[in-house]
């Protein structure tokens, strides 16, 4: 039986754990051609010894997505590797919460390095390839806290910021076959929200509590329900839906 990305080539970044490998799981087990880029050498390590285990053949390189040249070397070696470069998913993302009159420059330049210069580059550098190929998906991932969160004003900004970016890609890219979307998580539980809570001084199993207390389907979100969305955004049938951002948060957000 023919499984939904057969022929297809994923690049995902920050897919070593949480989300990203989550995306990245659900792109082999559908029959794609899977690489990720990741800081983590360590976790790049472990999510390759483990997808070999399950049979799933994988490309991985230590990548730092801020560093431009860097970014343009591993989208360079992807095509070479595989021969093209199909979807893109914007995923490396790192959290340095504070309070704004605690925030530091270093807090706030981070985020916004990772999340939005990163994407800007790896996008920058795959669309040179999806352009000639006149095929591209790039699904960026956002968050609910692109509506604003205490304590969050460098995430919350970065992540609008990258609903922002899907947008204006969307309009520039689309006539070369190219549709660039985001998909806006909720509560998830990866390692982030542990770390989180941790900061927090929270118990995690209460801190999960409190969360899904707020959650109108009474549950805490997972990875795959994440890779569900990027992956129904990354169809070749979903090539009329464009510049669109999809909550993905088990209840509607404003």
Same mark, same amino acid.
């Given at each position: 039986? @023919?499984?939904?990305?057969?022929g297809?080539?994923?690049l995902?970044t920050g897919g /070593?754990?949480?989300?990203?490998?989550?995306v990245?799981?659900?792109?082999?087990?559908e029959g794609?051609?899977?690489?990720i880029?990741? #800081?983590n050498?360590?976790? *790049?390590?472990?999510?390759k010894?483990?997808f070999?285990s399950?049979?799933?053949?994988i490309?991985t390189?230590r990548v730092?997505?801020i560093?431009a040249e860097e970014?343009?070397a591993? &989208?360079?070696d &992807?095509v070479?590797?595989?021969?093209?470069l199909d979807i893109l998913?914007?995923?490396?993302g790192v #959290?340095r919460?504070? *309070?704004?009159?605690?925030?530091?420059?270093n807090?706030?330049?981070?985020?916004?390095d990772v999340? *939005?210069?990163g994407s800007?580059n790896?996008?920058?550098?795959?669309q040179?390839y999806m352009v000639k190929?006149?095929?591209?998906?790039?699904i960026?991932?956002? /968050?609910t806290?692109?509506?604003g969160?205490?304590?969050?004003?460098?995430?919350?900004? @970065?992540?609008?910021g990258l609903q922002g970016?899907?947008?204006t *890609?969307?309009?520039?890219?689309?006539?070369?076959?190219i549709?660039t979307? @985001?998909?806006? %998580?909720?509560?998830?539980?990866?390692e982030m929200?542990k770390e989180?809570?941790?900061?927090m001084g929270? %118990?995690?199993?209460?801190f999960?509590k409190?969360s899904v207390?707020n959650?109108p389907?009474?549950?805490s979100?997972?990875p795959?329900?994440?890779a569900?969305?990027?992956? $129904? $955004?990354?169809?070749e049938?979903?090539s009329?839906?464009n510049?669109q951002?999809i909550y993905? @948060?088990?209840g509607p957000?404003?």
């Open positions: 039986m @023919a499984k939904r990305f057969n297809r080539v994923a995902v /070593s754990r949480g989300i990203g490998k989550g990245a799981q659900k792109f082999a087990e794609a051609e899977v690489a880029i990741d #800081i050498e360590e976790g *790049l390590n472990e999510t010894k483990e070999l399950e049979g799933h053949e490309y390189k730092n997505v560093n970014a343009e591993a &989208v360079e &992807v070479s590797a595989y021969g093209s998913v914007n995923n490396a #959290i919460d504070n *309070l704004l009159f605690k925030m530091t420059d807090d706030w330049d981070q985020v916004m999340h *939005l210069k800007f790896t996008a920058r550098a795959a040179k190929q006149n095929y591209g998906r790039i960026n991932t956002s /968050s806290t692109a509506l969160n205490r304590g969050q004003s460098n995430y919350s900004a @970065a992540k609008a970016l899907t947008k *890609l969307a309009i520039e890219l689309g006539k070369f076959g549709t979307n @985001a998909v806006a %998580p909720g509560f998830i539980e990866t929200t989180t809570a941790q900061r929270v %118990p995690y199993d209460d999960v409190f207390s959650i389907v009474e549950r979100g997972e795959e329900d994440i569900n969305a990027v992956t $129904f $955004f990354a169809d049938e979903s009329f839906v510049g951002v993905v @948060a088990g957000k404003d």
